[in-house]
């Protein structure tokens, strides 16, 4: 039976992708109004992203620290000057990626939605709980998802590890199995559940791959009640 759904934020419930483009734009432009490749810088934040930020998962740095150091790389690879005072400069960049933030369309309809069926729902991410409650209160949405869990509430780990998972359902007091993990990360929020014990649901807005055989995929957060039966009728440990 399931009894609980979490939702990751980035890219699920939250459009990352549109705030860091108008962040990484402005903050470029700013610097080199007509810069040949100020398109791209976009793209090329959000894959120093997934280069920096496991640095941090993993220990070997601090938050901020991998903060600057993809600044810094980002200035390189774009041949624009790198700034002597780094937090100041990524500061800068903050200011303009919260002034963007906003929720997918689909997102507070589908919490209505489930609101009144008696099931929790609530937030697994691995960002930090400051920022992550602060872009939920911005949409709108923090009085609507409880617990908010974050790698501070779940002994350090991060998503994929094992441990994150089985973690979260302790704090909800439910078996894994009685939990759904939707999120936009195949491999943190689909697969990695999935071998934990918990149902993991792939949100593949952007049609970007095929699904892995036996891993629940849906396009739109509209799609997700209508695949909540077959999640209850099967064990997790079986769809991968």
Known sequence: MIRAILFDLDETLFDHRAAVAHAVTAWTAGRSPFHPLL???????????????????????SFGEQ????????CRRMGVRVPADLDGAYAEFLDLYEQAWTAFPDAAPLIGRLAGTGLTLGVLTNGQ???QEAKLRRLGLLDRLDPVLTPDALGGNFKPAAEVYTAAAAKLGLDPGEVVLVGDNLNLDAIGPTRAGMHGV????YGSAPPPAGVPTIRTLADLPALLPELASVRPLALV
């Open 39 to 61: 398109a791209e810088g976009p793209g090329l934040w959000l894959r120093l992203e997934d280069v920096h930020l496991p640095a941090w998962h993993r220990g070997e740095c």
């Open 67 to 74: 903060r600057r150091r993809r600044l810094r790389d980002y």
């Open 129 to 131: 709980p400051v920022q």
């Open 202 to 205: 792939w949100l593949d807005r």
